[in-house]
């Protein structure tokens, strides 16, 4: 069954598989402005004035896209170039994890092609403004909240994680790289000073991964 035949006989059509995208970033967004404002108020603090911070954001919207986009290359090799600069431009962890979890939901069902640009772009447009937005508004209010850190804002980036991972979830046995990532970067956290344990949760958890491979 095509797309088209699908939505027809759902009764949907191109503008509410947009409105769906829109509809399923909703709960990602309460945790995304969160800690916009943050980052937001904490760029004030430390000398950005709010054109630059609009511009950073604007124009800079990537987290681990590089990466994300390695995943999401399948599904946005036939589309043409026109729908995918865009896709890509506005691909970021929490548009990259909605777009491949609702592509293989459709392909689960048969429906095709299993990944549809128009939700997608619908999720990744309303993340897009909601972080421009609120890091604007971080840095207007920065100065008025002092450290915003005090509020619990912060939390919400590890929630937002959270809640994407949740909704990437498999099975027990698929989670365990997952496992071994967190339990490594906690030692290295308590044990060794800096940033290290980024960079070693980070290659803990494919490698485990790749180890454990067959076993999910």
Known sequence: MSISQAVEAAGYGSRSEFRRGVASCAPVLLGTI???????????????????????TGLNFAGGS?????????????????????????????SWALGLADAKQRAAADITPVFSPRYYMGAALVMYLTWASFTTLGALLGPMLGHVET????????????????????????????????????????FIPGAWYVAAGAVSGPLAGWLMAGDA
């Open 34 to 56: 969160p800690y916009a404002l943050v980052l937001g108020a904490q760029a004030a603090q430390k000398g950005l004035s709010t054109l630059e911070l609009s511009m950073m």
């Open 66 to 94: 590089e990466f994300a986009a390695t995943a999401l290359a399948p599904f946005l090799r036939d589309l043409p170039r026109r729908k995918a600069f865009p896709a890509l431009f506005f691909l970021c962890d929490e």
């Open 151 to 190: 509020y619990g804002f912060d939390m919400a980036f590890p929630a937002v994680f959270l809640v994407l991972m949740r909704g990437m979830w498999k099975s027990v046995a698929a989670a365990r790289p997952w496992l071994v990532s967190l339990v490594v970067a906690a030692l290295v956290h308590l």
